[in-house]
């Protein structure tokens, strides 16, 4: 037999077995070998939520988080009430969490600083009863790049409206 007619006929019974088994995983397993998946800034017991007023070149006085990362608000969510709850939204738009309704805000009135209950039982920080956000496209400190995305979320102020010059 040629070299050629021993290839085609090794060709064809590999072409011609029966599939390979199908391993299946557990739902366990396969959340295992995911990894971590992003979500919300996760909260430790006990921890604080810290917001100070920065300046924002492109936008003036903003609210910003312990890690100077710009804060915001959407138009879509009602008085203490979030709506940016699923992952599409949540991914894009963090909340920012604080445990036991705990917030340090120095040079921020206190009156208007509070927080709602997400249906996954978390605390979201309230400015002036606006539920307030990270961006995650902000990529430093500073950062307000989600100031007018779809014309709906917007940097905070400390008075909790829409930040602008």
């Not at 557990?26 to 959340?31: F, M």
């Not at 070998?33 to 992003?38: E, N, R, S, Y």
């Not at 978390?122 to 002036?128: F, G, N, S």
Request: proline share 9%; net charge negative; charged share 20%.
């Amino acid at each position: 037999m040629s070299r050629f007619a021993v290839l085609a006929l090794l060709v064809c019974l590999g072409a011609c077995s029966s599939p390979p088994q199908e391993e299946t995983a557990s739902p366990a397993e396969l959340e295992a070998a995911a990894g971590p998946v992003a979500g919300p800034t996760q909260i430790l017991p006990g921890d604080i939520a810290k917001l100070q007023v920065e300046r924002s070149p492109a936008v003036g006085a903003v609210v910003a988080d312990r890690e100077h990362n710009t804060l915001y608000f959407t138009t879509q969510d009602g008085p203490s009430k979030s709506t940016c709850l699923e992952p599409e939204c949540t991914l894009v738009w963090p909340p920012l969490l604080a445990q036991g309704g705990k917030i340090e805000a120095p040079g921020l009135d206190q009156a208007l600083l509070g927080t709602t209950k997400r249906p996954d039982g978390l605390e979201q920080v309230t400015l002036a009863d606006k539920p307030v956000y990270r961006y995650v496209d902000d990529e430093q400190a500073g950062d307000t790049t989600g100031h007018g995305v779809d014309d709906k979320w917007f940097a905070i102020s400390p008075a909790g409206t829409k930040a602008a010059r």
